[in-house]
């Protein structure tokens, strides 16, 4: 079985429902299909609960009636019978009407979370309830009946996959098995969601939990690209990649899966492909535990590059009485008791260097390290990381040295590790570093 996830905008319209639905039922195989909320609708909703949160009910009236006026829009344009428009409206109706029961006294997370979990819910039925019409052998499952957290409120794979396993024996002969992405239970029975990755984790957790064919996540590129298309215009699709790479290139930045989604279907063996919504025949992204053609495997040549901005440069210098080793032992009790994660950290002669993304930063860290080090701080760099395989490679290692800019852009910070080398510059000077460096080690 395959397990296919499609996001907000692939379900955006009735349109791209029934392309969606065409992506599904040409497939020619059993699959588990993770749905989105439809686009918007999760901020909507998001809204929604911040008015209850603040007792403003009359406002969350108002976008609850905006929203629902949408949807019915939908439901007149997406189905041919008037039989399934009734169905499903009906079923729209007592979904709003559960997001009005919360117009009371008290209003917390739980109650947050319930109304979030709506947009899921409405999207799946709508897709199955299409599908059906059609005339296919589909299935609706619920997520909160298939994927739990626990304690920590991290998968618990055990159950997801006993779960799992049940609800598919219990819907036998079924073409295309439909569930909600993002959405869970935890470990006290509430309405909870996965939080990092959303609807691309739940793909990866059921599909690591079915040992599935492959997970295919479909998006609106046409895979991973050797550097973000909308800075460097001569770009090409890798066909191949590790997940190791994947997860590095993710955690610096590249819009193609969390960095957590990955973890699922590596330990599960399950290969993940990266699928263009807009031309199903393209090939797209494998990423596999071993790639057979993966771009590093090429003695000179990395897999990709990536980037993440804002970044925050910190300089750490110890005040006259603090020493450099003290100095680095406070620092590093303050990331702990803040839970901050440089992205990169440097020792330069007893001074302290570190990239932290901005959104991460927090005053209360600054003012204590300021206790012990004289500060300076600059809050306009970018992140840019070379992604590919580097152990025991010094050929690779060499090329990507040989071919970082030596007069135009200044380097404040650069790193290496087993998968990336990474370079801290300018905000202003990313596009240049980024479109110089894809020259060198991409040229066609």
Not at 92 to 119: M, T
Not at 342 to 348: E, F, I, M, V, Y
Request: hydrophobic share 40%; proline share 4%.
């Amino acid at each position: 079985m395959i397990v296919m996830k499609f996001g907000g905008t692939s379900v955006g319209s009735p349109e791209r429902i029934k392309e969606v639905a065409n992506i599904l039922v040409n497939f020619g195989q059993p699959l588990l299909v993770v749905l989105s909320a439809m686009s918007g609708t999760t901020n909507a909703l998001v809204e929604i609960a911040n008015c209850y949160r603040k007792g403003d009910n009359g406002q969350a009236g108002t976008l609850i009636a905006e929203l629902q006026q949408k949807y019915q829009q939908h439901v007149q344009s997406l189905y041919a019978t008037e039989e399934m428009r009734q169905k499903t409206a009906a079923l729209l109706e007592d979904k709003f009407n559960f997001i009005r029961s919360f117009a009371g006294d008290y209003f917390s997370s739980f109650e947050e979370k319930q109304i979030v979990a709506q947009g899921e819910i409405m999207s799946t039925n709508m897709m199955v309830n299409y599908l059906v019409e059609c005339g296919y052998a589909a299935c609706l499952l619920n997520a909160l009946n298939m994927v739990y957290t626990n304690k920590d409120g991290e998968p618990d794979m055990e159950k997801i996959s006993q779960a799992t396993h049940a609800a598919l024996s219990a819907n036998p002969n079924k073409q295309i098995y439909v569930t909600q992405g993002f959405i869970s239970t935890n470990a006290f029975g509430e309405t909870d969601n996965l939080q990092r990755g959303g609807s691309d984790y739940t793909a990866t957790l059921l599909g690591a939990a079915i040992r599935s064919e492959e997970v295919q996540i479909w998006t609106d590129v046409d895979g991973i690209h050797t550097a973000d298309p909308r800075i460097v215009t001569n770009t090409r699709a890798i066909r191949e990649v590790s997940f190791n790479e994947a997860a590095e290139l993710a955690r610096f930045g590249a819009k193609i899966l969390h960095p957590t989604c990955v973890i699922p279907a590596q330990k599960a063996d399950v290969p993940i492909r990266l699928k263009y919504t807009m031309d199903p025949e393209a090939e797209g992204t494998l990423i596999t535990n071993s790639p057979s053609t993966s771009s590093s495997s090429a003695a000179a040549t990395p897999t990709a590059i990536a980037s993440k901005e804002p970044i925050t440069l910190l300089r750490l210098q110890p005040k006259h009485n603090i020493s450099a080793t003290t100095l680095l032992k406070r620092v590093c009790d303050e990331l702990i008791a803040h839970q901050l994660q440089p992205d990169l950290t440097a020792l330069c002669g007893g001074n302290i260097l570190m990239a932290i993304g901005n959104d991460a930063m927090t005053e209360d860290f600054i003012e204590r390290v300021q206790l012990w080090s004289y500060l300076n701080k600059d809050m306009n760099c970018s992140l840019i990381a070379i992604v590919g395989d580097y152990e025991d490679n010094e050929k690779l290692r060499g090329c990507v040295m040989d071919a970082v800019p030596q007069q135009a852009i200044k380097v404040h910070l650069q790193g290496i590790s087993p998968l990336s080398i990474s370079f801290v510059v300018k905000r202003d000077d990313r596009d240049a570093f980024i479109s110089l460096m894809h020259q060198q080690l991409f040229a066609l």
